[in-house]
């Protein structure tokens, strides 16, 4: 499994902005489907934004968050503007080889980071 490590979250205000990094130890990271899930408090995790060699969104964070990758740099990234307080929960970078449903599930993915927490205050 590839190790993951996720940073870059903190407490922002409404409306803010927040970019989230998740550093991966594979040499193979190119041939990985990577995902961001969050988990807020007393839910459940929830899919947030995927990308292998596509990107989706859930329909909540769409035009507002952005996912990208830098291969070279076994990094995947994610924008987040437009903040809002139902933003927060704590953030986990995930991974798996080879691709995932468009529509994905904690089931799909093999390797987890510890998560970031992301607050946004209104």
């Known amino acids: 499994q590839v190790q993951l490590v996720e940073s870059g979250g903190g407490l922002v205000q409404a409306g803010g902005s927040l970019r989230l990094t998740c550093a991966a130890s594979?040499?193979?990271?190119?041939?990985?489907?990577m995902a961001w899930f969050r988990q807020a408090p007393g839910k459940g995790p929830q899919f947030v934004a995927g990308?292998?060699?596509?990107?989706y969104y859930a329909d909540s964070v769409k035009g507002r968050f952005t996912i990208s990758r830098d291969n070279a740099k076994n990094t995947m990234y994610l924008q987040m503007n437009s903040l809002k307080s139902e933003d927060t929960a704590v953030y986990y970078c995930?991974?798996?080889?080879?691709?995932?449903?468009?529509?994905?599930?904690?089931?799909?993915?093999?390797?987890w980071g510890q998560g970031t927490q992301v607050t946004v205050s209104s």
């Open positions: 995930t991974a798996r080889l080879g691709r995932v449903p468009r529509t994905p599930v904690v089931t799909d993915f093999t390797s």
């Open positions: 594979d040499r193979t990271f190119n041939m990985h489907s």
């Open positions: 990308i292998d060699w596509d990107t």
